[in-house]
């Protein structure tokens, strides 16, 4: 294993924090903890596990300015941004804490063999794989329902972010929750594949990139073992030409350079309808052109970082290739500064299949748009991806809105409304963007035993 797992400050190019990874040992112990703790945690009431999960979200929020300066400082989130993150990730733990109980009711079934009821169980030790660009609420989404389920988690967030890892196990021990409900690991990607084969842990949910998801996932069904995936996205941005020009703004502000375009359900395809394409084109560049850029930390940023070097110099290269093949930059489209890893706001037009600012996944602020004359053109163009996590529409025209949302191959559409989450909805997507559903009922009926118990007359 490498020595150390270090936080390198994005705005300033620093390290700011150093953690030693742990030992073989530590992990087997933070394991064999979490199936002991599992053992009598999976027979705990639901009022027990409430009073425990609920405190935690109190918690979250006492220490809200806290949690959320560590954000900014590991990857880069502007302050204001941070601070709504925790408040979110605070609503899962309390959403799940104040509905797990009616999700896991027994069912009765019809039927002449007998009386049956199925029964919602625990598993038993779940591994979570987490990413950098929402350090909370993407563990939040995990751990809420698994922990409310009976289920014990051990937990390996992104190299980049271990403040914020340390800092979410310490809340649990900061409202005395039992020890091994739920710990974090400090340890390497590889190291973390090699964990699934384990046989105390009993399912993995990992969020990350495809070629991730696909390793974590070989080894899991190796093992027979449950995996969830939420993976890559090139969500599409659907734009009629009867859409109210200020749902769309919202749309793209909020959808596409919120976290400096750094989420997976960010709409990195904006297909718009030829009528309203110039004043869509003037209006977007207006606003690009505003923003400002610089530290995280003072409360005008509107945008920050992106998350490391090697992350703006994939962005950059995605950006110039694309221009080379035929692409026109209309603004930003370079570093920003010599100091930190921050980016220019960019605008990309005339995107065709064969650029990498088409094909491929953009994480960062820059703004690809499509110009179509028909609604068959746009939806071609919004299948015309190996991804299909998110799509959104925008139109005045809601029944056409429904029919068009039928005809898109992803997990969730959302009408008039960037792409986003909340703790009663369902969030997940299909083909290679990972299969399962995180949040809402469904999120708590992934690692689950349905038993059926049926005695006869």
Known sequence: MASSIRTLNP??????????????????????????????????????????????????????????????????????????????????????????????????????????????????????????????????????????????????????????????????????????????????????????????IKGVSLTGSDAAGASIAKIAGEHIKKSVLELGGTDPMIVLNDADIEKVMAGTINGRLRNAGQACTSSKRIIVQEEIYQTYLERITNHVNQLKVGNPMEEDTDMGPVSSASALETLLDQVSSSVEKGATLITGGKQLGTEGSFMTPTILTDLKPGMKAYDQEVFGPVVCIIKVKTIDEAISIANDTVYGLGASIYTEDIELAHTIARRIDSGMVYINKQVSSSPELPFGGTKRSGYGRELSKAGILEFINKKLVLTTK
């Open 11 to 200: 705005a300033t190019g620093k390290i700011e924090k150093e953690f030693q990874q742990h030992t073989t040992d530590q992990i087997n112990q933070k394991i064999q903890l979490a199936d002991t703790t599992y053992s009598t945690w999976r027979f705990e009431s639901f009022e027990n596990r409430k009073e425990v999960i609920k405190a935690v979200a109190a918690e979250m929020r006492v220490q809200k300015e806290a949690l959320a300066t560590l954000i900014t400082l590991e990857m880069g989130k502007p302050i204001r941004e941070s601070r709504i993150e925790i408040d979110y990730s605070a609503n899962i733990f309390d959403y799940y804490a104040d509905h797990a109980e009616e999700f896991l009711q027994p069912t009765p079934l019809q039927t002449e063999k007998g009386d049956a009821l199925v029964f919602s169980e625990a598993i038993g030790v779940l591994l979570g794989v987490m990413p950098w660009n929402f350090p909370f609420s993407q563990i939040a989404r995990f751990a809420a329902p698994n922990i409310m389920a009976g289920n014990t988690i051990v937990l390996k967030t992104a190299s980049n972010i271990p403040q914020c890892a340390q800092a979410f196990e310490d809340l649990f021990t900061k409202v005395n929750a039992p020890q091994g409900i739920y710990q974090n690991l400090f340890l390497s990607g590889k190291d973390t594949s090699a964990l699934v084969a384990d046989e105390r």
